[in-house]
């Protein structure tokens, strides 16, 4: 490339990043194929080929605006069209019932609109191990019968008509990570890729074998999240319609073949479909799903007789107002296992939205902490960490991450220090020079890089950041900072198009940030940045260079975080709450080498129970106080006056992610965070403790549990 007249940097540069989800959860299976194929566990995965996947963010007068990101225009060398794979998926029509040659009750589906699910296959090789492993993305194409119809009675504007919209199944990812609207074609994404993989499957199953009896032996189904639940319904209908088994056998089948986990307690991230839509689209599975629930009805209310609200808590169709299908009661009846990505994220599934399924069968639930690939997240994205870390110790972490507790006694060899410093310091540097190219702003390499890099949410907590921020900014001021410890606050994400409240927090991030940046008296010590469009790509610059990982959520909203492991493994010490996995960071690491701060899970509910008012705790501290006062009065606002109302009324009305409860102790922890940097020898020993200790975050480990407890593979 060189010879060429080309760095090669800006060749990758030109590579669009396949964003096809839309954060932790998407994130998260990328790793587990990485450890899959690394591990050589037979598996594929499947999803949907998207046209358009996460929109690139752009900023114009620091709010977010999103541009489509054309990912495959110039064409995609890394994947496979494989069209001899194709499958029919039908929708809409209806069922006629009718009794066979012996006297059997069968279900036809008929007169349905059929869509072509094309097959796109990009290889995932193992590290260094010979295995290639498959993602197969399915591509919607109009079914040609279809339109033959139309052609045939003339009618060409109606066929090119529906072929298009055939098309649009695929055509976009629905960009918010937390909000399930239950809007049509998104049902529709979900049946097209689960209906087409579960057919995949059982091609696949058909291909060496011929007992049914014998499927859950040689296949296993994990659901991530329930978006593939309908894929429950999918395997009960191919058992019954086509292969013709009774219902005992089909359920048998289907239940020792499902596994479900679980992403978020978040209410408004739980899936339901509305009945009616659910019928007209799906009409034979929504048959299935009745008589699913009639007969678990019947289990439930026979093991507790005089429990009468119980059965209408765990029924599969929520009867409250217009009738709705629960699909996170569907993937948990359906499966023999029903997991969380944390330990405490298990303990409250357990105990709070799922309390009766424990009850009713506790044997089913169990933890699998989540895991991040080190291949990715060390060793590529990191070359000069992973080059030091293998002079010292070897390679062996790059397939065994526990490996890296070798790396404890360097924490005590001052010349290994200096080395892992230099390290950071380098990495520093790149980042700043990013900063630099992408903003016109200067960085001190020398400040602590403060980040915190996730998808914008009010649980996520950018806000008690902000105001951490803007109190800095006030005290750096007034002159009572002291002596401070000059830092570079990093933040960046996408917000769903439209969360408001989100988008808001952009604003108010990037309008701090162009003051205090701005502003002379304060430049050596604090600036803010908020980079835009984070992506893996962008994730890969910014997690080697940074100092300190905000972990900062309400206790008890975070179900596991990805993020808070990819720092850790690359040397940052986390200030975080007892949230998700921080709780067994904090465990791994020892509570010398980390700082927790805020209330505890509990600690939250019983508050929320007794009655919450921020306003009291706004009321004893005046550093909050004054902070948000800046904002009320528009002192980053001053030419859109009042814009960021709608911010400090939540706050002050209710503040439902307890950012108010939290700020002083946040505000006392980051000031220990500031001494403890001050000594450099320490912070950079802590800092080798992290990623000594960050061993069981490898995906390896999370993949391992779930191939011996779960699939038995
Ligand atoms: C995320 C969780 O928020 C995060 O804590 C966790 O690390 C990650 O999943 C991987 O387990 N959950 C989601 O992204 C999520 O639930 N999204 C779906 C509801 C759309």
Not at 107 to 124: F, G, S
Not at 197 to 226: E, Y
Not at 316 to 321: F, V
């Amino acid at each position: 490339m060189a010879e060429l007249g080309y760095d090669i940097d800006d060749i990758y540069e030109q590579e669009p990043d396949p964003g096809l989800g839309n954060g932790g959860l998407g994130r998260l299976a990328a790793c587990f194929l990485d450890s899959m194929a690394t591990l050589a566990i037979p598996a594929t995965g499947y999803g949907i080929r998207y046209d358009y996947g996460i929109f690139k963010q752009t900023i114009q007068k620091g709010a977010q605006v999103e541009v489509p990101e054309e990912w495959l225009t110039l064409g995609n060398p890394w994947e496979f069209e494989r069209p001899e794979f194709t499958i029919k998926v039908c929708f809409y029509g209806k069922t006629a019932h009718r009794t066979d040659k012996q006297g059997k009750l069968k279900v036809d589906w008929i007169d349905t609109q059929d869509v072509l699910a094309m097959a796109y296959d990009t290889p995932i090789p193992g590290y260094h191990n010979g295995v290639v492993n498959n993602l197969r993305l399915w591509s919607a194409r109009s079914s040609a019968e279809f339109e033959l119809e139309y052609f045939n009675d003339g009618d060409y504007i109606k066929a090119c008509e529906d072929k298009i919209s055939s098309e649009n199944i695929s055509r976009v990812l629905y960009p918010s990570d937390t909000v399930s609207k239950g809007v049509e074609l998104r049902l529709k994404q979900e049946y097209f890729f689960t209906a087409a993989s579960m057919q995949d499957i059982v091609r696949r199953f058909k291909a060496h074998n011929t007992d049914f009896g014998t499927f859950p032996d040689k296949v296993a189904i994990q659901l991530n999240d329930t978006h593939p639940a309908v894929a429950i319904v999918e395997l009960m209908r191919i058992l019954l319609d086509d292969e013709d088994l009774d219902w005992d056998t089909a359920w048998d089948i289907t239940t020792r073949t499902f596994a479900y986990t679980n992403h978020t307690m978040l209410p408004e991230a739980l899936e339901s479909w509305p009945v009616k839509l659910f019928g007209e689209l799906l009409p034979r599975h929504l048959e299935i799903i009745y008589e699913i629930n009639h007969r678990f009805m019947a289990e439930v209310t026979m093991r507790y007789p005089h429990d009468l609200d119980r059965p209408r808590r765990m029924s599969l169709i929520d009867e409250r107002g217009a009738r709705r299908i629960r699909m996170s009661h569907l993937c948990i009846v359906g499966s023999h296992s029903v997991n969380g990505v944390s330990r405490l994220h298990t303990e409250l599934i357990k105990s709070d939205i799922f309390k009766d399924f424990y009850d009713f069968s506790p044997e089913k639930f169990n933890a699998k902490t989540n895991g991040i690939t080190q291949r990715r997240w060390l060793k590529k994205s990191n070359p000069r960490l992973s080059a030091l870390i293998s002079e010292n110790i070897g390679e062996g972490w790059v397939t065994d991450l526990t490996e890296l507790k070798k790396l404890v006694p360097f924490a005590e060899d001052g010349g290994f220090l200096d080395k892992w410093r230099e390290v950071k310091q380098a990495n520093k540097k790149d980042l700043a020079a990013y900063i630099k190219k992408e903003k016109g702003v200067d960085v001190d390499t020398g400040s602590i890089f403060d980040v915190q890099v996730k998808r914008i949410h009010e649980y996520k907590r950018q806000l008690l950041f902000a105001l951490y921020l803007v109190a800095e900014y006030l005290s750096i001021k007034h002159g009572t900072a002291g002596d401070f410890v000059p830092r570079t606050a990093i933040i960046a994400g996408k917000a769903a198009p439209s969360y408001t409240m989100a988008k808001l927090t952009i604003k108010l991030v990037n309008n701090i940030a162009a003051v205090i940046n701005r502003d002379p008296a304060v430049n050596d010590k604090l600036k803010v940045f908020f980079l835009e469009n984070y992506r893996v790509s962008l994730a890969e610059k910014i997690f080697p260079a940074s100092d300190l990982s905000e972990q900062i959520s309400t206790a008890g909203k975070e179900a596991s975080g990805t993020g808070n492991m990819k720092f850790m493994l690359n040397g940052a010490l986390t200030i975080g709450t007892l949230d998700g996995a921080n709780i067994e960071i904090a465990d791994e690491v020892g509570e010398e080498n980390i700082f927790i701060f805020g209330k505890k899970a509990h600690e939250i509910q019983e508050l929320r129970k007794s009655g919450y008012d921020p306003r009291k705790f706004l009321l004893n501290s005046p550093v909050l106080e004054e902070a948000l006062r800046l904002i009320e009065e528009n002192f980053f606002s001053p030419f859109e006056k009042g814009i960021f109302n709608p911010i400090c009324d939540s706050l002050l009305l209710n503040d439902p992610f307890m950012v108010f409860a939290d700020f002083d102790d946040y505000l006392a922890t980051q000031k220990k965070v500031s001494a403890a940097y001050l000594d450099r020898n320490s912070w950079a020993a802590r800092s080798v403790l992290n990623t000594a200790n960050s061993g069981m975050f490898s995906s390896d480990r999370t993949v391992s549990e779930y191939a011996s407890e779960i699939w038995d593979v």
